[in-house]
């Protein structure tokens, strides 16, 4: 069966390279490609790249080299049917039959790519007419150089009736594919003639990634309604898919991994002219799952910049929420907030570029922008209104679909409510704490006595000084574990710049052994920490792993060695939320001795000796902690 070349041609649009490879390989972005080690032969160091730009795989090893298609026939054993079949169902699509009715329909689809070209070049060739010269002014007094005219192909619609039918047709196309192209609107009266669409606007062509014009935006000028009119759903253009100036910032996206997202076209013009070539916008609406997924194929972290008012900020947190179901490891929105009346455009007009790029630097990620909307309002004194918010963040964070990220989502809101609660109490009784001096002075002594705090905070780095260890002495558990190890902050600044060295180095070389990579760390200036924390895992004879931490043994199995990682970070998660709850209980002590706070003081104080316990008796990387004890 004979596949339409359009359908192939948005199949290739809608799914890349990189997202079918990465399903078998583990890739590392550099710059505009992907590496990684060839699933086609063995080999222990990368030479196998995928390049989304171009479309295509090649491993310079063994010269496997193909596209998406090509990697799901050689890989999954399909024959060109059945890959097609595959990516069509990921992409969300249906393979057409091949009749002489479809083959029509790809003629006449490849045709309206010749009528919209015609259609822009008529708008461009309008502006710089006597009808087109308020358009012209209208760009000039915008700001725009002729250059970035020229760039954006932008032109002038004029009120001329049948202005633009009688130019088409004079070049041979015909009414009805103007009408499909949704640049002349048909009447339901069959005795009234077809009109054109646009009339007295400035015209802003839309492309798709390649750069063909499908569709059109255009701004009135003057009092008219409505302000913006966007072509309509052809069958070149759907508007949920479609990212304005894509084309224009592809290639700036990809060197730089990083693309902004503003509201608008004369946003995404004014920031190219201003030195952000790597700017597009959502065409008129918030950002559709489409559009977030086509924005991750050009950076991890997008930038959504839009305007400091109200709306702009309702749009920022619609995107927000659009993207948490379909958040992963690595993969995220930042947000970008403007000054209070300001969008790109005048920012740049008004204080120029540097301006700009400090608004851009101060960034902030997803998990704090939905903070700072779930905490509006709320009162963090009274336990009504935290509970409120803590149903708040959690009815975000349930969104998200990735069991991961879900978690550390979670626990990143909940370590930030404990800290806002916190910060807040203690300015509040600043001037309680004055007059309760003395009593917190004597009281204060007995309590670092009786408190293991000091002890939670040897086992905490013992516990961070297991979960390096096994990675060092087992790099190949690095694809089980990395992610988590990432996301970690070790209380020990050694030990955590060492984890930063360690996940570095493993990932620039997926195929290091434990002797290259400690080689590596040697190398590169950490002989110390690395001796120091080895050595704390040898008996004084050397040689032998001592007590519980056995599963740290280099001939080990590898189930075995993910069995004590797991234990350990469990451990070390749950430890890390009791020490938050036992400094918190031991501030309110401070505040105020009643039996209430003290009596939960205790028996906190009791659970965390009972962590110990059950520490010192685990054996050979097992350890046990009945989640009865925490939750009673």
Request: glycine share 8%; net charge negative.
């Amino acid at each position: 069966m004979a596949i339409p070349p359009g359908f192939l041609d948005e199949l290739r649009n809608r799914i890349s390279v990189s997202e079918i490879v990465g399903k078998r390989v583990k890739l590392i972005k550099k710059g505009r490609e992907h590496s990684g080690l060839c699933p086609f032969h063995n080999e222990k160091s990368p030479s196998f790249t995928v390049n989304d730009d171009k479309g295509f795989y090649h491993c310079f090893g063994c010269g496997a080299h193909g596209s998406a298609l090509d990697f799901l026939m050689n890989t999954e054993g399909l024959n060109f049917p059945e890959a097609v079949e595959r990516l069509a169902v990921q992409a969300g699509m249906e393979v057409p039959q091949d009749t002489p009715e479809q083959r029509e329909r790809v003629e006449r689809r490849n045709t309206l790519y010749d009528v919209m070209e015609a259609a822009c070049a008529y708008y461009e060739k309008m502006l710089r007419m006597p009808e087109g010269r308020i358009g012209l002014s209208y760009f000039r007094e915008r700001g725009l150089s002729e250059e970035t005219i020229k760039h954006f192909r932008l032109g002038y619609s004029p009120n001329i009736p049948g202005g633009l039918k009688a130019a088409l047709t004079r070049q041979g196309i015909e009414e009805s594919l103007m009408i499909e192209a949704g640049l002349l609107i048909q009447p339901d009266d069959p005795n009234r003639k077809a009109y054109e669409r646009f009339r007295e606007r400035v015209m802003f062509p839309i492309t798709d990634r390649r750069g063909k014009v499908i569709a059109f935006g255009g701004r009135i000028l003057g009092d008219g309604k409505p302000k913006y009119l966007n072509s309509p759903d052809t069958p070149l253009f759907h508007k949920g898919t479609i990212l304005y100036g894509l084309a224009q910032a592809r290639e700036e996206a990809y060197k730089k991994n990083k693309i902004i997202v503003t509201e608008g076209y004369m946003d995404v013009i004014a920031l190219a002219q201003g030195g952000f070539p790597n700017a597009v916008a959502p065409l008129g609406t918030a950002l559709t799952e489409d559009q977030i997924q086509l924005l991750w194929k050009m950076s991890k972290t997008p930038l959504l910049c839009f305007d400091g008012d109200a709306a702009g900020q309702r749009a920022a947190l619609r995107g927000a929420e659009r993207a948490l179901p379909h958040l992963k490891a690595g993969y995220s929105l930042h947000f970008v907030h403007l000054p209070a009346g300001e969008d790109p455009d005048s920012l740049i007009q008004n204080e120029g570029r540097a301006a700009m790029q400090s608004v851009l630097d101060s960034a902030i990620p997803l998990s704090e922008l939905l903070w700072r909307t779930c905490v509006e309002g709320i009162n963090l004194e009274t336990a009504e209104d935290r509970a409120v918010l803590d149903d708040n963040l959690k009815k975000h964070a349930f969104q998200i679909q990735d069991e991961s990220v879900r978690n550390h989502f979670i626990s990143a809101l909940k370590d930030r409510m404990w800290k806002e609660i916190r910060a807040k109490k203690d300015t509040n009784s600043f001037q309680k704490r004055r007059d309760w001096k003395n009593i917190e002075k004597n009281h204060h002594t007995h309590l670092e006595a009786k408190s293991s705090l000091n002890t939670k905070i040897d086992a905490q780095k013992w516990r961070e000084s297991l979960l390096i260890a096994a990675v060092i002495l087992h790099p190949h558990v690095m694809d089980e574990v990395g992610e988590r190890l990432g996301l970690l902050i070790f209380q020990s600044d050694s030990l955590d710049k060492l984890r930063q060295e360690v996940l570095k180095t493993v990932d620039g070389d997926l195929g290091l052994d434990s002797p290259s990579l400690q080689s590596l760390l040697r190398k590169n200036g950490f002989s110390e920490p690395l001796d120091d924390l080895l050595g704390k895992f040898h008996a004084p004879n050397g040689g032998r792993f001592i007590g519980h931490e056995t599963f740290l043994h280099p001939d080990r199995p590898i189930e075995d060695v993910l069995r004590g990682w797991e234990d350990a970070y469990r451990l070390y998660m749950q430890e890390r939320d009791l020490a938050a709850e036992f400094k918190e209980l031991k501030r309110r002590l401070k505040e105020e001795m009643s039996p209430q706070v003290l009596s939960q003081f205790q028996a906190l104080q009791k659970l965390m000796g009972k962590v110990d316990t059950d520490e010192t008796e685990a054996q050979n990387g097992s350890y046990k902690l009945n989640e009865e004890d925490l939750f009673d």
